[in-house]
């Protein structure tokens, strides 16, 4: 345990600094960083890391690299300007544990903007909530890495581990950032990733997938419309088929720990729906995009036969008149995971907290796609998800509690000190 001076001069540079973060996290939400336009968000993380001397290893997601790894997700856009960034930390001498800080800077559609209070991407601040799309998912929680990082250094120390600090794109569509991360060869005692968790630690997550189901129809002039059949009708009831699997994995949630007491955290969200030509012909065609999860500990090839399965069935109600619909993957295909509750990793990250926040840290199960599955499932690392409060992720006027990105900035700056290890700085 670091002694109390020292442990008070780190926590007192995270104070000092704290206006300089705030600024910084406007910056990053400034930057529409939507899937496929992370680029310039991207240059700002690394003009930061270069600014800190850290070493900056840049480049450019290759599909090839990725899709044979069980966890790679399908793709359906350009990787064009799709580009990880990780800035490295070397110690002068190693006796610590090695780190990774991972946070993603693609943000999810805003909607119609015009349902927002102001501009997504015009960050303000409203009795101690900073708003814009990203501010909570994640750029609040990206940019408390590096100040938390910072502090340690600006109380006068060097970490004695190595730290890699990860700016990774595709978090919110497929993983294959962090999943490129890794593949490219960086590991860690250690990795954090400060999302957007309410001041608790996530226990357990689901695993997603995405996929997008075609119907077939018989297009007819609707005078006669009865010897066609409706291809959006059609969906409807591959809708309602799916539905009927969501409810029977649902059932299952007390044979999984840590998913008892939800009430309901397998979801199949309907998240866009195509169809038809015109309003007078029956149509043709129909799509949906799903998001599908599934419990930890099945995997995503199990989950994925299910699914097939129940498209099957589907074919057998009237709606479909026998036709099958198709399916394919359009992004995750990644597996749930439970955090091992025995870790020294959070051990330490439980004494910081109660050291930064004055309460014992609460660990929690979410129903969402966290990025740790990279590392835990595939890079055999504990992977600790902690972050600030916030309101409305992926809705209107996103807004992340201050105070709680403070705290959370001395949590990640006392564990940083007491995970690494520190020696007195080299002036
Ligand atoms: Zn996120």
């Not at 018989?218 to 010897?227: D, G, L, V």
């Amino acid at each position: 345990m670091l002694p109390p001076e020292t442990r008070s001069r780190i926590l007192g540079a995270v104070d000092d600094a704290f206006d300089a973060q705030v600024e910084f996290t406007r910056a990053l939400i400034a930057e529409p960083s939507l899937r496929g336009a992370e680029r310039s968000v991207q240059d700002l993380l690394h003009a930061a890391m270069e600014e800190r001397g850290l070493s900056v290893d840049r480049w450019t997601l290759n599909i090839d690299d990725l899709r044979d790894h069980p966890g790679f997700g399908p793709v359906t856009v350009s990787y064009e300007n799709a580009d990880n960034i990780v800035g490295s930390y070397t110690p002068a001498t190693v006796h610590g544990r090695s780190l990774i800080i991972n946070g993603h800077v693609d943000v999810v559609p805003t909607g119609p903007e015009a349902q927002w209070s102001r501009s997504p991407w015009e960050p303000a601040i409203v009795d101690g909530w900073l708003y814009g799309r990203g501010s909570g998912d994640m750029k609040a929680g990206h940019a408390a890495g590096l100040f938390a990082f910072d502090a340690v250094r600006a109380a006068g120390f060097q970490p004695t581990a190595p730290i890699h600090i990860q700016s990774v794109v595709e978090e919110e569509s497929t993983g294959n950032g962090s999943l490129s991360a890794l593949l490219r060869g960086y590991t860690a005692d250690a990795a954090v990733i400060l999302e957007p968790e309410e001041n608790m630690l996530v226990r357990a997550n689901v695993g997603v997938i995405w996929f997008r189901v075609r119907v077939a129809g018989r297009p007819t002039h609707p005078r006669e419309m009865s010897t066609g059949f409706n291809a959006i009708d059609a969906a409807y009831a591959v809708i309602a088929e799916l539905r009927q699997l969501e409810e029977r994995w649902n059932a299952t949630r007390f044979e999984h720990p840590h998913f008892g007491d939800l009430d309901h955290p397998i979801n199949f969200n309907i998240g866009g729906i195509t169809g038809g030509d015109w309003p007078s012909s029956v149509p043709a065609w129909c799509e949906v995009d799903v998001r599908a999860s599934f419990f930890p500990g099945i995997s995503a090839d199990t989950a994925w036969a299910e699914i097939e399965d129940c498209l099957q069935q589907a074919a057998g109600r009237p709606e479909l008149a026998g036709s099958v619909p198709t399916a394919e993957r359009t992004g995750f295909y990644s597996e749930g995971y439970v955090l091992d509750p025995a870790s020294d990793a959070e051990k330490v990250l439980a004494a910081a907290h109660k050291e930064s926040v004055g309460a014992p840290l609460e660990t929690f199960t979410t129903p969402g796609y966290l990025d740790a599955r990279v590392f835990s499932l595939y890079g055999d690392m504990p992977a600790l998800v902690y972050g600030p409060r916030s309101e409305a992720i992926h809705g209107y006027d996103e807004r992340v509690d201050l105070e709680s990105v403070r705290a959370v900035t001395k949590t990640i700056a006392l564990f940083i000190a007491e995970w690494c290890g520190i020696e007195e700085r080299d002036v």
